[in-house]
């Protein structure tokens, strides 16, 4: 298996333009997740999906954030305008329920995307 | 909510011990993931525990004591490559998704 795929890997952009980050999730998991990492707030979820469906949003910054999951293979995060402060690495990561959310399947991350806002 | 601790920074010598502490406070529990990040890399999954007690794993074993609210990582026979940022996560009893510390840098030197 490729693992999961992002893209881009590194973005460079300039304040008050849209930025799509994109993911592709580990065939088979039925969770995916959104993470932003940063120095001063470490590594912070962001929303996850199951089965497609957004579950918890509530990590989403402000309204200049979305995310979609149109299908079991793909999703996007969208930064509409982007701010110097959204500079960070982006994680998207999945991971597999056949035990149920609480079991302890891990979660995969991908490579992340590093965004720099200028 | 959660809070969860960890050093932000040790040092330790190459063929060395480390221990790396995890304390944390949560309003029920669901588990305690370690993950590894290299420099400019993805975590990594290292370890899981949900009940009291060692969990071994080669050289990297992981201990919990939920009556405490504590962990460690403890890393044996230290190579130049266990350099890195070890990521401490909780998840709490309402919760199904954990919760990420700020993690430990650590440096192994020769």
């Known amino acids: 298996d490729a693992g999961v795929i992002q893209s881009p890997r590194h973005e460079v952009t300039e304040m008050g333009q849209e930025v799509t980050l994109r993911c592709k999730p580990i065939?088979?998991?039925?969770?995916l997740f959104w993470y932003r990492q940063t120095m001063m707030r470490g590594l912070e979820l962001l929303i996850y999906?199951?089965?497609?469906?957004?579950?918890?949003d509530s990590g989403m910054p402000e309204d200049r954030f979305s995310a979609k999951m149109p299908n079991a293979s793909f999703s996007t995060l969208k930064i509409q305008p982007s701010e110097p402060r959204d500079s960070a690495v982006y994680f998207c990561?999945?991971?597999?329920?056949?035990?149920?959310?609480?079991?302890?399947?891990?979660?995969?991350f991908g490579p992340g995307t590093r965004l720099l806002v200028l | 909510g959660q809070n969860i601790d960890q050093p932000t920074e040790m040092t330790a010598t190459e063929g060395a011990i480390v221990q790396i502490n995890c304390t944390y406070q949560?309003?029920?529990?669901?588990?305690l993931f370690w993950y590894q990040q290299h420099a400019g890399e993805a975590p990594t999954f290292l370890s899981y525990?949900?009940?009291?007690g060692l969990e071994e794993k080669g050289r990297f074993s992981s201990f919990l004591s939920r009556s405490k609210g504590y962990s460690y990582l403890l890393l044996k026979e230290l190579q130049m490559k266990d350099s890195a940022s070890y990521l401490c996560?909780?998840?709490?009893?309402?919760?199904?998704?954990?919760?990420f510390g700020r993690g430990t840098s650590l440096i192994v030197h020769p």
């Open positions: 525990n949900v009940l009291d």
């Open positions: 999906f199951n089965n497609n469906v957004p579950i918890d």
């Open positions: 949560t309003s029920g529990f669901n588990g």
């Open positions: 065939s088979g998991h039925d969770y």
């Open positions: 996560a909780v998840r709490d009893r309402l919760g199904y998704i954990p919760t």
């Open positions: 990561a999945s991971r597999g329920g056949t035990s149920g959310s609480r079991g302890p399947e891990t979660q995969y």
